[in-house]
């Protein structure tokens, strides 16, 4: 594997970053992981954008770069069509802690910067047919008064528990809770769920990251026949639900099956999900030929 670091691409055993790297240490940095489809990355701009608020929101200068010509760049070397590739931007080797010395810390203040190829989650063909487990997780998501919740943070702990949970329980994934019992979302997606034609999910104020599967999910159910709704939502909702369904740039949208046991109703090939997921992969293959055009 071919990895981008630091204006360099290099072999993946010659990519070494400082043990003293404030993302290693701290958590201190953000990330995307952006879908490769064709050869291209899609919704790109989107994810870029979510980039910049990030980076404002936890203080971090956004390095000016040319973006889409690197992540093309990496693409193409690694010769990777349908993966996806994750960029991980920390504040770099600043030492000793702002937090713990005095002044602004001493060291190089300049961020670290890392892009390599990954594989899309594993989904099983029945999994995208007949959907997946899901269960409610006993992590909670953290108040947006403790973090910056809508950044797409390190600090990812919290996430990988959940997911871990789920594991343990044979679910896909774990559906996390805000601290105050309502519907949050996933360890590593977003939830949807559908009764009587109105499309639910749980609004940003409930710690919600805003993913760009969701985005794109919100923008084009109006135009197919759903209203959608965001709002605060307590898991009863969702055990009410016709159809329940999950969104990330990795899995795309991925109907569920069950929750901690309970099905969801019978889905058919004309239900909301299927008419939802036939519409994505449209629009994917509509980015890949809108990247194609462009001069990356």
């Not at 300049?110 to 099983?124: A, E, M, N, W």
């Not at 343990?168 to 019992?181: H, I, K, S």
Request: charge should be positive.
């Amino acid at each position: 594997m071919w990895i981008y670091l630091n204006n360099r691409i290099v072999q993946e055993e010659r990519a070494r970053i400082s043990v003293f790297d404030r993302g290693f240490l701290y958590g201190d940095g953000v990330f995307e992981t952006v879908r490769i489809y064709d050869g291209r990355p899609v919704w790109l701009d989107r994810h870029l954008a979510r980039l910049a608020r990030s980076c404002r929101q936890i203080r971090l200068p956004l390095p000016e770069k040319q973006w889409p010509a690197i992540f093309q760049k990496v693409i193409d070397k690694n010769r990777v069509d349908h993966a996806a590739i994750r960029l991980t931007l920390s504040r770099g080797t600043m030492f000793p802690s702002p937090l713990v010395g005095e002044g602004q810390g001493e060291g190089d203040e300049t961020p670290t910067i890392v892009l390599f190829p990954r594989p899309l989650p594993h989904v099983t063909p029945a999994q995208r047919r007949q959907g997946v487990k899901l269960t409610i997780a006993t992590i909670r998501r953290p108040s947006p008064l403790s973090h910056p919740a809508q950044a797409k943070t390190l600090n990812y702990l919290n996430n990988l528990l959940a997911k871990q949970e789920a594991a343990e329980r044979d679910a896909f994934e774990g559906l996390m809770l805000t601290t105050g019992g309502h519907l949050a979302e996933c360890s590593m997606s977003n939830v949807f769920f559908i009764k009587d034609r109105i499309l639910y999910t749980p609004s940003l104020a409930c710690g919600v990251l805003p993913g760009i599967t969701r985005e794109v999910v919100l923008e084009v159910a109006p135009t197919l026949g759903l209203q959608p709704r965001e709002g605060r939502y307590r898991p009863e909702s969702l055990y009410e639900a016709d159809e329940c369904f999950l969104t990330s740039s990795g899995v795309g949208i991925l109907p569920v099956e069950t929750i901690d046991g309970r099905p969801f109703p019978k889905r058919t090939a004309r239900s909301w999900v299927a008419v939802l997921r036939t519409r994505y992969q449209r629009l994917l293959r509509a980015q890949g030929r809108s990247c194609r055009g462009r001069s990356l």
